[in-house]
């Protein structure tokens, strides 16, 4: 029973959530040709007026004026609509999606955590689903402004392997843009290789207020790094997932080289913005335990992170 | 073969460190009537000049002038030599302890953690080992200046049961002084039921910030110390120290019923002085995994505490 993919030449992209990963691809994207809307809520009237500005290393742009909406708004149709959305908004993704999603749209989740992808086609079996994880540093300065600073990598697969096809034309959207984009061989091994460093260095980051060379380069911090590291290991197998040899020895390594950097969830807490534990931490040992996996140092952690972000927004 | 305990009725007592806990429990027998020198080191000109406050519901003293030392000086020998440092000085402790100590002479320990008595065994064969645990929440305010807030009990044991004989002198001196001692059943149980409170509460405050009730009162950081204690249980079952039924709930309820309450942990840290991490933290995880077990979430909380600490005190 084979599925034949829609596999449009040069897709067309709505970006929904135009902040510091969604703005810096659909910016990429358009200057590589295609056709690109953007869904915004708090910059809207800013971007509208001012134009959508991406200061990086690839180049400065501002594109004004740009193709800007309002999720309520009339938006045309789109062959790919890439959420770049955080987690902690997924309580309201369904009802933003509904409207952009029609037979054979192609959403592609770039999100961090697990799951996503599960709940995506649950509840859009019309959809096709993709998974992008993304290597990128890069945060917003203001409305409608973000600053690029490092990396932008994209590493691409299909929820259903049947939609294998679908990649090759997003990577040469992304190619034309100057993002190095390339198709991984499994989307749940990248989710969970991508809480290998998300789930040690995105906590901690928040725990010990500290950034990545600070936590790597303390022996016991990097211990500590490391038990966290073990048990996504762990889990990563019990789900089918298993890590290559090496893999964790060359994480660390990488980390080590990275310039210095204040991880996501670090930022968040500091402006006291609501964390994204759920998809990070809290679907992962939810996964680990229907294998029969408990995680009890990562559940440590998870339970003061919790703890933590409850606390730091009841106070703003 | 057995051994006959020296058990003078009415013992004298030199008191090795004089803070919140050796200076209020050195009041309390001399209140009783005891023979009591005190070890000081940084109050030392301010209590010989002014003596020891202990302001206390148990009634406000000042003893002046009272029987002060420095740890050099010529001291009269005692009956019982009370350690009421902190762990964080033990590393100096054999030390002080060298010309204390004679044939017979009685250590009694109110140190928290694990193995202080199995060293001091090893370092003095000579003398006769106690150990004390102690439910007092006390303050030192000021140079030779200590608030007693509430509690006070005292359970004792021998770390030899051949010296359990030693007990009832040192009931009756605490007794006399107003204070609830007890003869406890085995003093391995009793640190490690100590240690159910203090590995939970006192990590938890420094890494979360907050105090018992806090902690007690947020169903997930009470799931996360109901956690940590659960790896006490299983490690004190391991070691030979399976806590009652029951013991757990108890626990919880009595510390849910407990006068709002920083942990000294929290106090040390706000303080900047060093962390009690080594007995309170990696002995336990030292003893459990020669009995093969891991303690993961204390083996996280343990290590972030360690980095906290260093970075703690490298600031001041």
């Known amino acids: 029973m084979t599925q034949t993919p829609v596999s449009p ?5 709505t970006i929904l959530g135009t902040g510091a990963l969604g703005g810096f691809y659909g910016s990429r994207l ?7 809307r953007f869904i915004a809520r708090s910059d809207l009237a800013v971007i509208r007026r ?10 400065d742009r501002v594109h004004c004026p740009v193709a800007v909406y309002a999720d309520r708004d009339p938006i045309p149709r789109s062959d790919v609509v890439v959420i770049a959305l955080k987690t ?3 309580h309201r993704l369904a009802e933003l999606l509904r409207p952009l999603v029609h037979q054979g749209t192609i959403l592609l989740n770039l999100q961090n955590g697990l799951t996503m992808e599960e709940e995506l086609a649950a ?33 691409l697969a299909p929820f259903d392997e049947r939609d294998r096809g679908l990649l090759e034309p997003l990577i040469a959207a992304f190619a034309a843009g100057g993002i190095k984009a390339e198709a991984l061989p499994s989307l749940q091994l990248a989710r969970w290789r991508k809480l290998a460093w998300n789930i040690p260095f995105n906590g901690l980051s928040v725990l010990l207020g500290a950034d990545t060379d600070e936590l790597i380069g303390d022996p016991v911090a ?15 197998a019990a789900c089918g997932c298993p890590f290559a040899e090496g893999f964790v020895t060359t994480l660390l390594d990488q980390t080590e080289k990275m310039t210095p950097y204040a991880p996501s969830m670090h930022l968040d807490y ?6 994204e534990i759920e998809y990070m931490y809290r679907r992962p040992l939810r996964e680990a335990a ?19 972000d409850r606390r730091n927004r009841a106070t703003d």
Chains 1, 2 share one sequence.
Not at 291 to 306: H, M, S, V, W
């Open 9 to 13: 030449t040069r897709p067309s992209f």
């Open 30 to 36: 358009l200057v590589g040709g295609a056709d690109v």
């Open 50 to 59: 001012d134009g959508l500005r991406i200061d990086s290393p690839l180049g």
């Open 88 to 90: 902690t908004e997924n």
């Open 123 to 155: 509840a859009f079996p019309m959809a096709r689903i993709l998974g992008g994880v993304c290597f990128l540093c890069s945060n917003k300065v203001g409305p409608g402004h973000i600053v690029h600073l490092d990396y932008g990598a994209v590493g």
């Open 222 to 236: 990097r211990r500590l790094a490391e038990r966290l590291i073990g048990e996504v290991a762990e889990a990563a």
């Open 270 to 275: 500091l402006a006291k913005r609501a964390l």
């Open 290 to 308: 229907r294998k029969g996996r408990e995680l009890p140092a990562i559940a440590t952690i998870a339970d003061q992170l919790t703890y933590l």
